[in-house]
Each structure stands twice: as structure tokens, then as C-alpha cells.
């Protein structure tokens, strides 16, 4: 099974990415989805701040590679040949994927400036987003404290999403292309 796992700072353009492997019937699993499951699961609100906390909270609780266990354990439960995982976010969690998935796994940064971030992120509206800059600014330095910077400064891969939609859509095909070496039919 080859496994692409998308990494970087929120509103990077992983969403993009994973959009555009579900276009081609890539399955994902979407990291963020299981801690929503938490958040849910305990009768919370499901926004920014608290599925930032549940997240924290359970990394505390449980070792800082819980959401990759929760995440593999969807993984063993399909059998599929390509896999695209979103929202990796700490060295325990890579750790974790490497250990159990082995050279199958590859990590992929996406980098983005902050101020293409902070516009997407008050444009998207999606139920857990933050609503302001200086929520965006708390939710980056929680995932910074969680290690998020050192894992995308060491991924096998990093794409440079400053340069519009086009562009990056093109650079993640590519990506799929040589990672996977998917047939012709693979849309462009």
C-alpha cells in the first residue's frame, strides 16, 4: 500500500489536495474527522477551540501519537493500495506512520505564506475554522507547539502553495503521478 500524508500550518491548502485525490478515487482519511468523532463523542461543540483542546488534551492524556494510532486502525480495517492521510501534525505521529506503515509512508509539506493563510482562513467557513486573525494566530500556535514546524522542515516533499489554485493543483497531480504512478487515465 503507498500512503501520501499531507502536513502544514492550517489553511496551507491540504483541503485542496485532498479534494483533488477524492476527485481521482483516492481514499482519505482525514485526521481532523477523528478528533471530530472525539469532540462529538463527548458532547462538545464542535469548533475551533474545542476540537483544539480535545486535541491537546488526548495527546496529553495518550502519547502525542494518538490521533496516528486512531488513524491506523481505520487503515487495517480497508484494503486499498493508495491511501491519502490529512492532517499529520506532529514528529510522534510521523513516527508512529513510518514504524507501522514503513517505506510505504510519504510525508508531503505544504508551505504557504501567512498572509495567503489568514485570507483563506476567513474565506473557507467551515464549522471548526477559526473566525478571526487572532484565532488563526491561536490555532497556529497550538499546532506549532505540538511540533507541527520540525515535521514539515523534515518531510520527504514540500510544495510551495504561493502562486494560485492552478498552479498548485497542477504540482499535486504531479505529486500523485510519481508517488503512485497512477494510470493515464488520471485526470490533469
Not at 480495517?77 to 492521510?85: A, E, G, K, R, T
Not at 513516527?95 to 505544504?110: C, H, N, R, S, W
Amino acid at each position: 500500500m503507498k500512503i501520501i500524508a499531507f502536513t502544514g500550518m492550517p489553511f496551507s491548502g491540504k483541503s485542496v489536495a485532498v479534494s483533488i485525490a477524492k476527485e481521482q478515487n483516492i481514499p482519505v482519511i482525514r485526521m481532523g474527522d477523528i478528533v471530530w468523532e472525539e469532540v462529538k463523542k463527548q458532547g462538545l461543540p464542535l469548533n475551533s477551540r474545542t476540537v483544539g483542546k480535545i486535541a491537546n488534551d488526548m495527546r496529553e492524556q495518550k502519547g502525542g501519537g494518538i490521533w496516528a494510532k486512531k488513524t491506523i486502525e481505520k487503515i487495517t480495517l480497508s484494503d486499498i493500495n493508495v491511501l491519502v492521510i490529512d492532517g499529520v501534525r506532529n514528529k510522534e505521529e510521523v513516527t508512529l506512520f513510518k514504524k507501522e506503515l514503513g517505506d510505504d509512508f510519504q510525508l508531503v509539506a505544504i508551505k504557504t505564506s501567512d498572509k495567503l493563510r489568514y485570507e483563506r482562513a476567513l474565506q473557507r467557513n467551515r464549522i471548526d475554522d477559526s473566525l478571526n486573525i487572532d484565532e488563526i494566530k491561536e490555532r497556529d500556535e497550538r499546532e506549532i507547539g505540538w511540533g507541527i514546524k520540525e515535521i514539515i522542515d523534515n518531510a520527504d516533499l514540500v510544495i510551495i502553495n504561493d502562486n494560485g489554485l492552478e498552479e498548485f493543483q497542477k504540482k499535486i497531480i504531479d505529486i500523485f503521478h510519481s508517488l503512485i504512478k497512477l494510470n493515464t487515465n488520471f485526470k490533469r
